[in-house]
């Protein structure tokens, strides 16, 4: 099943907030659908955000009615300048309304500019099957038997079109028959980690505990981690990766343990145009995710609450990039370029 996917004129997508509880399909028409459906975090994760961008263009272009190509090429900007104002720390989905608009701009007519932004739209998520294939297999051999890996937030199948990233390595290695079980965070406060991970795991049979993040440290402690894997949203060119809040803590502990800390993501997450993490926009998202477990307040009223989606781990905390060019060192990313 795909996470994501562009079905006739429509996009068809997982709504991850029901996750266990149900497995419901959503439809968005247009741009606004999709990029509302990406502020409520029914579709989320780096790369699935890429394809959202990129079908919300193409449900765009399948729907315009313009006569000129200028008039198609202005509508489609406009649905990116909207879905672009929805989430600001995955350069993914910046990447996937660039290439969808420059292929738009490169067709020398309107009907093929339609086409041409469909098409890109389709290749940006066969692509990320293909891409986060080749990760597990470059990451597989990371792991061996009997190993315990502990995962942050959703870099699985649901955060991307199929397969995932961090999981994605799991997968790999559990279908090569090792036997590798799983440590999940819960990660707080919208518990991709228990909702999403755990889900994904156990429809795979692959063994699965979930711990609340304030656990993390006694489970180092007492030794029961061989190694970290987490995804990425933003990776600035000296390796500094932003991914879910919580992942700095992880990454500093682990190097106190001495357990391997690997970041799993495809090179598209790099963004050279940064030199390091602290250019990186980090995300604040509302108060109340943080001030509410469902509809019951657990923060007084009147209380400041902080909610920062993300976190920036320095390079110096990571052992290795998994990427599907490639295992590299945080400071060795340029070399990926030239692969
Ligand atoms: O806020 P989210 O759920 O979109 O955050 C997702 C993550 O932090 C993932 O680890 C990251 O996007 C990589 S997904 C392959």
Redesign the pocket.
């Known amino acids: 099943m795909r996470t994501i996917e562009l079905k006739g004129k429509d996009v068809v997508l997982i709504d991850q907030t029901r996750l266990p509880r149900e497995l419901r399909l959503i439809k968005c028409k247009n741009a606004e659908e999709v990029a509302r459906a990406i502020e409520r975090?029914q579709v989320?994760?780096?790369?699935a955000l890429a394809a959202a961008a990129a079908m919300a263009l193409a449900v765009t272009a399948l729907r315009s009615r313009a006569r000129t190509k200028s008039q198609l090429l202005q509508e489609l900007k406009r649905a990116a300048n909207r879905v672009k104002r929805t989430r600001l720390t995955?350069v993914n989905l910046f990447v996937g309304l660039k290439r969808t608009l420059d292929a738009a701009q490169a067709a020398p007519s309107t009907e093929r500019a339609r086409s041409a932004v469909v098409r890109e739209a389709r290749r940006i998520a066969e692509e990320d099957i293909r891409v986060n294939k080749k990760i597990g297999e470059n990451g597989a051999r990371l792991l061996k038997s009997g190993d315990v890996v502990l995962t942050h937030?959703?870099?699985g199948a649901l955060?991307?079109i199929d397969y995932?990233?961090?999981l994605g390595v799991i997968r790999a290695a559990w279908r090569k028959g090792k036997h590798i079980s799983v440590i999940a965070t819960e990660t707080r406060p919208?518990l991709?980690g228990a909702r999403l991970t755990a889900w994904e795991l156990k429809r795979e049979g692959i063994p699965v505990t979930v711990i609340t993040d304030s656990m993390v440290g006694d489970c180092f402690r007492k030794r029961m981690i061989d190694s970290v894997l987490?995804?990425?949203?933003r990776i600035a060119a000296n390796g500094d990766t932003a991914?879910?809040i919580g992942t700095y803590s992880i990454a500093v502990l682990a190097r106190e343990h001495r357990v391997p800390f690997y970041v799993v993501?495809p090179t598209s997450t790099i963004d050279f145009s940064m030199r390091s993490g602290k250019e990186i926009p980090i995300e604040q998202r509302s108060a109340e995710e943080v001030a509410f477990i469902g509809r019951t307040r657990i923060v007084p009223k009147g209380v400041k609450v902080l909610n920062p989606?993300?976190d920036v781990t320095p390079a110096r905390l990571i052992t290795a990039i998994v990427t599907e060019n490639g295992i590299v060192n945080p400071g060795e990313l340029k070399s990926l370029s030239g692969r």
């Open positions: 975090m989320r994760g780096a790369p995955a937030c959703n870099a955060a991307t995932g990233t961090a919208l991709q987490v995804g990425a949203d991914n879910k993501a989606a993300f």
